[in-house]
């Protein structure tokens, strides 16, 4: 917005901040896979917003968001847990709490809005964390990375950020369930018709693939219940992204990418071979902004992803 | 006045070995539902065309279709909320059940699921031993409230993902009529009822809230997560996997304030499985070569003590 000041005005703003402190701070909320599992999510997601010029700042005494299994025995203590970690982003001042899991996402708002809808949550909540010295106001905010990417970089920045177009990769968007489901918890976009995946992929130089299964759930929470259902349930859809001519799947999950990466060689017997390499949000848009796909954490895949990127001369 | 023009499925289980599509044209007001749409082009252009209806407000629970690809009730769309630009609007059979003729498909399985969990009052004692009618609190009752609305128009089970890929669970809308028995105070066979909806895989559920589009507003997959919690406090079936996942993920939460993938894989699989640890191995070992194995055993996150206090605060003592 720096176009519509005065010189003047342009002058002493330059002035008055110095530039580490222009750079957006937020609250940073990995959660658990990626600090596990899935590190190349979290490694790639610091890249990036190493490129962006906005600073997460991880919240490293928050503890895990419940993620749905908690709920399935106490519904409180999900809730309570949840109520911890914002007092913990408030007293650090940064009340605007990023996610890179849809998981999170989901079960982290819905926790808050159960805090921020009644006061009788709220007092239970405080009664427990000022035992040990904890309060929360109830002025968090968490949101994606992938509504930040949109949000507060905005398409056509994150646009003329890129250096590395991805020469009309077909990348079949994957959102996972908990970022656009329940509606009323999320909310943020369309829970039928999300496209800020599909924003994403085009800003970055990417063709979005359009398939039936882009909003379906790829049966993570429960790979262990019952053999086969979570795999088929991968592999259906990666069936139809693959039928519609997808090269490449982009999850901002990683519990999906687990799913996703993991389960379509077990997939093939039922559904026959797909083999749709799986990239975590950031790092495909750090790939494009400029960031060395060597530490993007891309051979730590299953299904690896740079044979259809060298395929595509996006890199050596 | 507009043109509607109904894309529709047609098919004829009797005569036909596979469906076709028919486009049928009918001049109505845009605010007229599909289900009006549909009967129109029925009166008035192919009366052939088959599908089920009968309140015509959202109540009975019949008309439940795909409109463009969305399961829902057509007595509740409204034409302009779906036509595209030409008018055209696509009508097919709910997914996730065998079409009978056109819109009509064999709902049997969907009946099934909730026969199978007898959905009917079962008191502990006799009627005659009671000298009043047996009173519920308005208290009680509230919590029955949402999960009576079930009109059973199986639009949740046509969503379901899992339904999808493995037809023995038994969806959304059976466990959480199940629920509305197994919460009922009257009702006395909360332990047998809980048993047969985990032989039903009750803890198949993906948690992917597709069910959150119920237009009476049941929100089955809550009240599946209820007959999970009942299921779990009742000490009902717990050594399956369902329930040793939930207590092994709280256990590492409070131990660790993270959630341990190694020691929930090993704890829901069972340490002593080898069959269920064989089945794993596989993929295991494909992680292990690529470098991608979750840490055997998690430093406790700073100030873990706090997150012992909200368990300890909040767990209800067994």
């Known amino acids: 917005m720096s176009s519509t000041l005065l010189p003047e005005e342009q002058a002493t703003d330059s002035h008055r901040h110095s530039k580490s402190s222009q750079m957006r701070r937020y609250g940073f909320f990995p959660g658990c896979v990626a600090k596990e599992s899935c590190k190349e999510l979290f490694n790639s997601t610091m890249l990036l917003a190493d490129k962006l010029g906005i600073e997460l700042i991880e919240l490293t005494a928050a503890s895990c968001c419940g993620a749905s299994v ?19 982003a408030e007293a650090l001042g940064l009340d605007d709490v990023i996610t890179i899991c849809s998981t999170c996402t989901g079960h982290m708002r819905a926790a808050n809005m159960e805090l921020l809808e009644s006061e009788e949550r709220m007092n239970q ?3 427990i964390l000022g035992k040990f010295g904890a309060k929360y106001e109830g002025s968090v905010m968490v949101r994606h990375l992938l509504w930040l990417l949109i949000d507060d970089i905005g398409l056509d920045k994150l646009s003329s950020m890129v250096v590395r177009p991805l020469n009309g990769l077909r990348v079949a968007p994957f959102y996972g369930c908990h970022i656009i489901r329940p509606e009323k918890v999320n909310g943020w976009e369309s829970a039928r018709n999300p496209h800020s995946l599909e924003d994403v992929i085009t800003a970055i130089g990417g063709e979005p693939v359009d398939y039936a299964g882009k909003t379906r759930c790829c049966g993570f929470h ?3 219940e019952k053999d086969g259902v979570a795999t088929s349930m991968v592999g259906q859809n990666m069936r139809i992204a693959k039928d ?10 990683p519990l999906c990418h687990l799913a996703l990466d993991g389960y379509q060689q077990d997939a093939a017997a039922r559904w026959g071979r797909t083999d749709l390499p799986t990239f975590h949000l950031p790092q495909l848009v750090a790939l494009a902004l400029g960031v060395p796909a060597e530490k993007l954490g891309l051979n730590k895949h299953l299904i690896d992803p740079r044979t259809i990127l060298v395929e595509r001369e996006l890199i050596a | 006045m507009a043109q509607v023009k109904l894309d529709i499925f ?8 596979v469906p076709h599509r028919d486009t049928v044209e009918v001049d109505v007001p845009v605010t007229m539902t599909v289900l009006d749409a549909l009967e129109t082009a029925k009166a008035e252009v ?3 065309i088959s599908f089920r209806r009968s309140c015509r407000s959202a109540i009975c629970g019949s008309c439940s279709m795909n409109i463009n690809g969305v399961t829902g009730l057509a007595c509740k769309t409204p034409c302009k909320s779906v036509m595209n630009d030409e008018g055209v609007i696509q009508i097919d059979p709910m997914p996730n059940f065998q079409p009978m ?7 049997d399985p969907f009946w099934d699921k909730y026969t199978r969990l007898k959905p009917y009052l079962q008191p502990a004692d006799r009627d005659e031993d009671h000298e009043t009618e047996r009173r519920v609190s308005p208290a009680d009752m509230k919590k029955l409230v949402d999960a009576a609305n079930c009109v059973m128009c199986a639009t949740c089970y046509a969503l379901c993902p899992v339904v999808s890929v493995d037809p023995s669970f038994a969806g959304p809308a059976a466990i959480a009529y199940a629920y509305r028995f197994i919460e009922d105070v009257r009702d006395g066979k909360k332990k047998e009822r809980l048993a047969q909806i985990n032989e039903d895989y009750l803890w198949l559920c993906a948690h992917c809230y597709a069910c959150s589009y119920c237009p009476k507003h049941v929100d089955p997959h809550d009240r599946i997560v209820d007959v999970k919690r009942a299921t779990i406090q009742e000490g009902v079936m717990m050594d399956h996997p369902g329930p040793r996942h939930a207590l092994v993920v709280n256990k590492t939460i409070k131990k660790t304030g993270m959630l341990a993938e190694t020691e929930v894989i090993q704890g829901t699989v069972g340490i002593f499985n080898i069959r269920g640890l064989a089945k794993i191995t596989p993929l295991a070992i494909r992680m292990a070569v ?15 003590d706090e997150v012992r206090t909200i368990f300890e605060s909040l767990e209800v003592p067994t």
């Open chain 1, 125 to 127: 909540a405080n009664s």
């Open chain 2, 290 to 304: 690529k470098g991608k194995m979750p840490p055997p055993f998690l430093r406790p996150i700073p100030k873990v």
């Open chain 2, 10 to 17: 047609r098919y004829d289980e009797a005569v036909d070995a």
């Open chain 2, 46 to 48: 192919d009366g052939s």
């Open chain 2, 101 to 107: 003729k056109d819109l009509v498909v064999h709902m």
């Open chain 1, 244 to 253: 519609r001519g997808a090269e490449a799947v982009i999850t901002p999950c």
């Open chain 1, 70 to 88: 908690v709920n399935d025995t106490n519904r409180d203590i999900a809730r309570v847990l949840n109520a911890r970690t914002y007092a913990q």
């Open chain 1, 222 to 224: 429960i790979q262990l």
